[in-house]
């Protein structure tokens, strides 16, 4: 929540290539002695792999910061029909700090946006001006009772806020401008020690309040993404389990007819196909609707710079 088309094709699923690219989908921060210790492969290999990959502007990395950490409280998402031409109104929602996620769909709607706001009352007004638009035929809105999976943004266990400090939030927006600077450069910007810069970093990873992942573009493949809404026989927290399984890379469950949400990646749509079969003949699912994302015009998880409240300060550093 690109007009589909298959770009280049998919790298064989065991290839060099998508070993690293789905070890950097995990760990966009990964060494490149760690990610040749992950894939098997050997150090030069896997260095010029992702070196060649980022040339190429086949993978881009992005650094993504728990929303809850800085006054987040609210995520859903939002459905569009749109008379007309969609593209102005989408290139409104991408201006907005409020959006994460962009797109134009297939299907009934012409506009899909994942929502991040303070609070209700913030998300109202955001849909106040939405509807307000003449181009705007109808809308519909679900929000996220809880996000089980992310692959591009931290999924915290807890709603509790950790305390960060000053130099935690200028560390985490450092991040967002380069997530594979080193450690020494985080130092050197920030001005402080190196031991102290490595410190916070792991506690910022472990806490999964920063997370850094590589984002591949249609060119490695992945040209086909598909999203889809939910209702489901039983616990939600299970169906969105069992999407998990299936391996859907967002999913989320939510309040509304559907009652889990979920995107997922495909390198061609005969694979797409294949996921909607198998979820058709899950025992829990009532009912399945689906989309394309024709065009993602926006995926940006950053929050440091987006005017957030100030998070929790620390008590000590």
């Avoid at 060494?31 to 030069?44: D, K, M, P, Y």
């Avoid at 709603?159 to 991040?175: I, N, Q």
């Amino acid at each position: 929540c690109n007009t589909v088309s298959v770009m280049l094709p998919a790298a064989p699923h065991d290839s060099p290539e998508e070993r690293v690219i789905k070890a950097l989908r995990r760990d966009g921060r990964i060494s490149f002695s760690a990610l040749a210790a992950r894939t098997g492969l050997g150090r030069a290999q896997v260095s010029e792999i992702a070196r060649g990959l980022i040339a190429d502007e086949q993978l881009r990395f992005t650094t993504s910061v728990s929303p809850q950490q800085f006054g987040f409280a609210v995520e859903g998402h939002l459905v569009l029909a749109v008379r007309g031409d969609a593209g102005a109104l989408a290139a409104e929602l991408v201006d907005s700090p409020l959006t994460t996620f962009v797109s134009l769909t297939s299907g009934e709607t012409a506009i899909c946006a994942q929502l991040r706001c303070r609070d209700r009352s913030e998300l109202a007004a955001l849909l106040d001006r939405v509807r307000s638009n003449p181009a705007v035929l109808n809308s519909g809105v679900h929000l996220y009772d809880r996000v089980h999976r992310n692959v591009y943004a931290p999924v915290r266990a807890t709603s509790e806020v950790d305390r960060l400090d000053d130099a935690d939030v200028r560390l985490a927006a450092a991040l967002e401008r380069d997530g594979r600077a080193s450690v020494r450069a985080l130092a050197t910007e920030l001005g402080l020690p190196e031991g102290s810069v490595r410190h916070r970093l792991g506690r910022l990873f472990d806490a999964d309040i920063v997370r850094v992942v590589a984002v591949p573009t249609r060119d490695t493949g992945r040209a086909v993404t598909l999203g889809f809404g939910v209702q489901h026989v039983g616990s939600a927290d299970q169906a969105a389990a069992e999407l998990i399984l299936l391996g859907a890379d967002f999913v989320a469950t939510a309040v509304g007819d559907w009652g889990v949400l979920g995107t997922t990646q495909f390198p061609t749509l005969v694979e797409a196909q294949r996921f909607i079969s198998e979820v058709r003949r899950q025992d829990w699912v009532a009912g399945l609707s689906t989309w394309l994302h024709l065009e993602i015009l926006k995926e940006d998880y950053s929050v440091t710079q987006r005017g957030a409240a100030s998070p929790t300060p620390a008590t000590g550093g």
